[in-house]
């Protein structure tokens, strides 16, 4: 779903452990069937868990907070630490439980979570709260905020939407502000929580909406595709990125290898869950599950493949961890300019990423 700086909802998530027997049990079977190779099978076997154990120790623990349950918006993560890739990059991840009484900008300052998944307009917010953190990895290359309005509604263009009601998410008020001001739209803002019900029975004539959370399911309510308008914010110039990597600078100038191996270890499991998807979104169930969270397969699916696309665009190999001075630059001065921040940030002081290895370029 989407950013909660202090509050749209709970939203949160744990880790768990995973472990198998499945090598004891063909240890076992190979042992009774192999004679004397098989003992030495077993023994680098014993050899090989005893390496694990010693590499374990050498894990250097680290904390991400996301902003929202467990779900596939974040199934990279989670498959990163189910598949064991952030321990090959050196890293005992732990995903925090988010609370959404307590502004990210809190934790960050108070240095309780190593690593925060943003959004660019949150991220400036943070900034602007003397939370001096850096963007070093920007995941997502194209924002998937749109608004939704139904046909039947006769909004059909930017400009129908004057004088209407819109239902926007509390404490999300910013971008929709901002594209309304941008073309002088007068719309009577309603604010919501996180559920479609008041769009759906028609309180209000507009609402938005993440293409990979709740457009989908405004279409699984019974609307179809084809009786809906979509007006995705970056279309009209204003790009809102989600899914920024951010730590303090302080994180940076001390560890800037733990940064280098989160961001490595971060693409790597993005790129084994959008080449696994069912599997993924079987992992990301069974952590929305360990904390009672409602889940749909379905829903993940769609969400997790919308990620694919906003992740790695069909013009590109693979997910480009580059923030565009452009976009960068045209959200700053829309958020000065509206006054949600009082200061700017030069962007080669705020976007400082980390030096990848060839193959993660």
Same mark, same amino acid.
């Given at each position: 779903?989407?950013?909660?700086?202090?509050?749209?909802?709970?939203?949160?998530?744990?880790?768990?452990?995973?472990?198998?027997?499945?090598?004891?049990?063909?240890?076992?079977?190979?042992?009774?069937?192999?004679?004397?190779?098989?003992?030495?099978?077993?023994?680098?076997?014993?050899?090989?868990?005893?390496?694990?154990?010693?590499?374990?120790?050498?894990?250097?623990?680290?904390?991400?907070?996301?902003?929202?349950?467990?779900?596939?918006?974040?199934?990279?993560?989670?498959?990163?630490?189910?598949?064991?890739?952030?321990?090959?990059?050196?890293?005992?991840?732990?995903?925090?439980?988010?609370?959404?009484?307590?502004?990210?900008?809190?934790?960050?300052?108070?240095?309780?979570?190593?690593?925060?998944?943003?959004?660019?307009?949150?991220?400036?917010?943070?900034?602007?709260?003397?939370?001096?953190?850096?963007?070093?990895?920007?995941?997502?290359?194209?924002?998937?905020?749109?608004?939704?309005?139904?046909?039947?509604?006769?909004?059909?263009?930017?400009?129908?939407?004057?004088?209407?009601?819109?239902?926007?998410?509390?404490?999300?008020?910013?971008?929709?502000?901002?594209?309304?001001?941008?073309?002088?739209?007068?719309?009577? =803002?309603?604010?919501?929580?996180?559920?479609? &019900?008041?769009? @759906? /029975?028609?309180?209000?004539?507009? +609402?938005?909406? *993440?293409?990979?959370?709740?457009?989908?399911?405004?279409?699984?309510?019974?609307?179809?595709?084809?009786?809906?308008?979509?007006?995705?914010?970056?279309?009209?110039?204003?790009?809102?990125?989600?899914?920024?990597?951010?730590?303090?600078?302080?994180?940076?100038?001390?560890?800037?290898?733990?940064?280098?191996?989160?961001?490595?270890?971060?693409?790597?499991?993005?790129?084994?869950?959008?080449?696994?998807?069912?599997?993924?979104?079987?992992?990301?169930?069974?952590?929305?599950?360990?904390?009672?969270?409602?889940?749909?397969?379905?829903?993940?699916?769609?969400?997790?493949?919308?990620?694919?696309?906003?992740? =790695?665009?069909?013009?590109?190999?693979?997910? &480009?961890?580059? @923030? /565009?001075?452009?976009?960068?630059? +045209?959200?700053? *001065?829309?958020?000065?300019?509206?006054?949600?921040?009082?200061?700017?940030?030069?962007?080669?002081?705020?976007?400082?990423?980390?030096?990848?290895?060839?193959?993660?370029?």
């Amino acid at each position: 779903m989407l950013p909660c700086p202090s509050g749209k909802g709970v939203r949160r998530s744990g880790q768990l452990l995973f472990t198998s027997g499945l090598i004891i049990i063909l240890s076992g079977i190979l042992f009774s069937s192999c004679g004397k190779k098989s003992e030495s099978n077993t023994g680098e076997a014993v050899k090989s868990a005893e390496q694990k154990s010693v590499d374990q120790g050498n894990l250097k623990t680290v904390r991400l907070l996301p902003y929202w349950i467990p779900t596939a918006q974040f199934g990279g993560y989670y498959v990163g630490i189910e598949k064991g890739i952030f321990r090959k990059h050196g890293i005992n991840l732990e995903i925090l439980p988010f609370d959404s009484n307590i502004p990210n900008d809190q934790l960050i300052r108070e240095k309780k979570t190593d690593f925060a998944l943003l959004w660019l307009v949150n991220a400036l917010e943070v900034l602007d709260k003397n939370a001096d953190i850096v963007n070093i990895a920007q995941f997502s290359s194209r924002s998937s905020l749109m608004l939704v309005t139904k046909k039947s509604s006769g909004i059909a263009r930017l400009e129908d939407m004057e004088g209407k009601r819109a239902g926007i998410w509390i404490g999300f008020e910013r971008q929709p502000q901002a594209l309304f001001n941008k073309y002088h739209l007068h719309v009577n =803002i309603i604010p919501i929580g996180s559920t479609n &019900n008041l769009f @759906l /029975r028609g309180g209000v004539d507009i +609402t938005n909406a *993440n293409w990979f959370d709740e457009y989908h399911s405004i279409i699984n309510s019974g609307l179809n595709e084809d009786e809906l308008n979509k007006f995705f914010f970056a279309d009209y110039g204003l790009n809102f990125l989600e899914d920024g990597i951010y730590c303090l600078r302080s994180t940076l100038d001390q560890d800037p290898g733990i940064c280098r191996a989160f961001v490595e270890a971060a693409i790597e499991s993005w790129e084994y869950a959008f080449a696994h998807q069912e599997e993924a979104v079987g992992i990301v169930i069974k952590y929305a599950k360990s904390l009672n969270q409602p889940v749909n397969r379905s829903h993940q699916e769609w969400m997790l493949k919308a990620y694919k696309a906003l992740y =790695i665009p069909d013009s590109t190999k693979g997910i &480009n961890t580059l @923030l /565009r001075p452009d976009d960068f630059e +045209t959200i700053q *001065n829309l958020m000065v300019d509206n006054g949600f921040i009082q200061r700017r940030t030069p962007y080669n002081q705020f976007y400082i990423p980390v030096k990848l290895k060839p193959e993660n370029r």
